[in-house]
């Protein structure tokens, strides 16, 4: 037996016999809720309570960085450097968790408890991203125990603020390039195209927040007194809402089109198909009608409505509003000239005839989108070493669909950034009833064992060969 499969065989024992969930149940109990203020004593007890004490064990040194931004909201930098002359691997997770949700989780589970029901890991945290970075972690543990040493330098960064913005953390790497120093990230967030696919994405589809609203007059008016005489600002919001996209949510905005969804990313996303997993149904209806599906969401702009109000949809009365409002979201790709999109649909809206419409930008930051070239070193890398522990074609999305600071690793560190999640797009992210799948899990552990083992290995063959 070779090292390689002892270490592989270690860390299955570390999943099938509770070692995993064990930690797990740990991390899950810390309520580090980053969007709320009362708890962000919760988000220091995390990285000094759990995660330092995991990393010094495994010979790492430790330190809490100040957030340039957000006092209350920390971060962790751990490093491990064998030799100067080695490669430096970057790994990133994030600690906090989004809103809790208490009394929308069904009954017998809580969010900062951890309960196994055949398959799954309920509890707050397991999917995003607690149950990730423990993953990875514990593959470190498991090559520094077998080999003795990892065969790498590895530094690590752990933030507590990703569920709001990831506050300060763009301005952290910029004041701090030479700590953060790296060869590649390699981390892990997101879920899996499928839960039984192993998955590497290389960047992710950016976010942009803001408000649609009209505003004609203070207070409401009786409709049958001023019904045919008062303009409906629901009505208005309603058609300026038709003129970005059409009734299948075509984008009409011409510069939210984008031009990068190349022959060469069309090809990858070939082997990329969605849906049949435990989740909504896709409805094929729905979206650019000469895409696929698997096109409509990795490597094309959609637009959506996140909520809508007019009047008092709880007790309505027979008034015409005053006021109409739509929180609004567009998920973009790279292609999309970010600084242009709310001019662009000003723009357009102009030409439309909606001048009395008013877009507001949301006051929460979101992240950009990015990519990295599927056939980058790094990615082919990455895939063998996946292939070669999972017996598995790995997918390989150009991005993920949804958003994570990515651009701070791709643009201000200028790194390589190939991320393999751990979840599921079933888990219950960010919704009650929250979940890691443990067989995911196990193979997880697996191949992220095997990958920081070949690295590792792929150092040491190199420094044969130089000196031979």
């Known amino acids: 037996m070779t090292d390689r499969n002892t270490a592989l065989d270690a860390i299955a024992r570390y999943a099938d016999t509770g070692g995993f969930t064990d930690e797990l149940a740990g991390l899950v109990a810390i309520g580090s809720e980053s969007q709320d203020p009362a708890g962000r004593a919760e988000l220091a007890r995390y990285l000094d309570e759990a995660m330092i004490p995991m990393l010094e064990t495994m010979g790492f040194a430790c330190r809490i960085l100040a957030n340039p931004l957000d006092a209350g909201i920390p971060f962790l930098f751990a490093e491990r450097i064998e030799s100067p002359d080695l490669e430096t691997i970057l790994v990133y997770g994030h600690g906090d968790v989004i809103r809790a949700q208490t009394d929308q989780w069904r009954d017998g589970l809580a969010p900062f408890s951890l309960v196994i029901e055949g398959d799954r ?8 991203n607690k149950g990730q970075h423990l993953i990875n972690f514990a593959a470190l543990r498991e090559i520094i125990a077998t080999r003795g040493a990892l065969g790498f330098n590895c530094k690590i960064i752990l933030e507590m603020g990703e569920e709001c913005g990831s506050p300060g953390l763009n301005e952290l790497f910029a004041a701090n390039r030479g700590l953060l120093k790296a060869d590649v990230l390699i981390a892990s967030d997101g879920p899996r195209l499928h839960p039984e696919r192993p998955t590497m994405f290389m960047g992710s589809r950016g976010a942009v927040n803001f408000d649609l609203r009209v505003t004609l007059r203070e207070g409401a008016h009786h409709s049958g007194n001023w019904g045919g005489l008062l303009k409906d600002p629901a009505t208005i919001l309603a058609h300026a809402i038709a003129a970005i996209v059409d009734r299948r949510g075509q984008i009409k905005v011409p510069e939210w089109r984008p031009t990068s969804l190349t022959p060469a990313v069309r090809k990858a996303l070939e082997d990329c198909p969605v849906g049949g997993f435990d989740g909504p149904t896709i409805d094929t209806d729905w979206g650019e009608e000469s895409l696929t599906p698997s096109e409509r969401v990795f490597g094309w702009n959609s637009f959506a409505v996140l909520a809508q109000k007019s009047g008092v949809p709880e007790a309505p009365v027979n008034a015409i509003s005053g006021m109409a409002n739509a929180h609004c979201q567009l998920r973009y790709v790279v292609g999309t000239d970010p600084d242009d999109i709310l001019p662009a649909l000003r723009r357009h809206l ?12 949301a006051e929460r930051g979101f992240f950009h989108a990015t990519r990295l070239d599927p056939d980058h070193p790094w990615v082919k890398r990455v895939a063998a070493s996946v292939s070669a522990t999972t017996g598995k074609r790995p997918a390989i999305l150009p991005n993920l669909a949804g958003s994570i600071p990515n651009e701070c690793f791709s643009e201000t560190l200028g790194l ?3 991320w393999l999640p751990h979840s599921y797009p079933g888990c219950s992210q960010h919704a009650p009833n929250e ?3 443990l067989s995911s899990s196990r193979e997880a552990l697996q191949l992220m064992t095997g990958l920081f083992w070949d690295i590792g290995a792929d150092v040491q063959a190199q420094k044969e060969r130089q000196h031979a």
């Open 435 to 437: 979940h890691i799948l």
């Open 416 to 418: 390589p950034t190939v």
């Open 121 to 128: 890991a309920y509890g707050r945290g397991t999917a995003d």
């Open 350 to 361: 102009d030409r439309e005839g909606f001048d009395d419409v008013e877009i507001i930008p």
